[in-house]
């Protein structure tokens, strides 16, 4: 129901408009992941000339009760986000996005340059994630339940858990979700360890905050990391680089 409400508000706000070159429906409405509380969120793709006459860069209203958001950006500058390839969320939002206008075609052209990881792009992303997630923990979590800083211990184990949600999503050639969707997500992928989200669960629940319970999370930290090693040696990250991740540099880090 939302996108044919979202197409025909594109119809009567954009379509005829001088300078608009096409409009996406990005979020949730595009994925049909809908509710009570959705709305309806737009990417308005403009020229540079109407965009330098614009006061505002981005706009809502209420249409058939409705909250719809909408922002402009140029050709330009849709290509700037998605270029480098550095940005796995916004890769995946625009990659699962729906056109609801495109008289030229110039967006779907655009699009169609990023659907897929470049190899070099994708054996890149996949030890950067590997140094992200294994530097927080079994790393700095391991030390921090040393100290007896159990508090920091889990901040750690929290944001490893992040990165290794998402490097699961790049081992799939998949870009990753957007946190929102991304446990919902994590339901298509082809290759995940076993009893993952069951694991996800024990590394995020405390109960006591003691040092036991927190060596226990250690441990299936531990066990992540060799399953994650096996698949990653298999997809051709080199080994030397997975067990000694320190000793290379990193381009980015990536936004999790």
């Known amino acids: 129901m939302l996108y044919t409400v979202a197409k025909n508000f594109v119809k009567e706000k954009f379509e005829k408009v001088n300078g608009v070159i096409g409009v996406l429906l990005i979020g949730s409405a595009s994925l049909g992941y809908v509710d009570d509380l959705s709305d309806i969120d737009l990417k308005v793709l403009v020229t540079d000339d109407l ?14 009760e409705v909250n719809v958001w ?4 140029t050709l330009n500058e849709l290509e700037n986000t998605l270029k480098d390839w550095k940005d796995d969320v916004d890769l995946w939002v625009y990659s699962k996005s729906r ?11 655009l699009l169609a340059n990023y659907r897929q990881y470049p190899k070099t792009i994708w054996l890149e ?3 950067v994630y590997w140094y992200s997630a294994t530097g927080n923990a079994p790393y700095d979590s391991g030390k921090a339940i040393q100290r007896g800083d159990l508090l920091t211990a889990q901040l750690y184990l929290s944001q490893a858990t992040e990165y290794y949600t998402s490097l699961i999503f790049i081992l799939n050639h998949r870009f990753v979700p957007y946190r929102k969707w991304r446990l919902k997500e994590l339901n298509n992928v082809a290759y995940k360890p076993e009893n993952y989200e069951e694991k996800l669960r024990k590394i995020l629940t405390v109960q006591n905050w003691t040092k036991e319970e927190f060596e226990a999370k250690q441990h299936i930290i531990n066990e992540l990391v060799v399953d994650l090693e096996k698949k990653l040696l298999e997809s ?9 991740p320190w000793k290379y540099k990193v381009s980015y880090m990536p936004r999790v």
Not at 51 to 64: E, I, L, N, T
Not at 99 to 109: A, C, F, G, Y
Not at 236 to 244: A, C, I, P
């Open 51 to 64: 965009c330098r006459k614009m006061g505002d860069v981005c706009g809502s209203a209420q249409y058939c």
């Open 236 to 244: 051709g990250v080199q080994e030397d680089k997975l067990k000694n």
């Open 99 to 109: 056109i609801l206008h495109d008289s030229e075609h110039k967006v779907k052209t």
């Open 125 to 127: 992303k996949l030890f």
């Open 70 to 73: 909408w922002e402009f950006v």
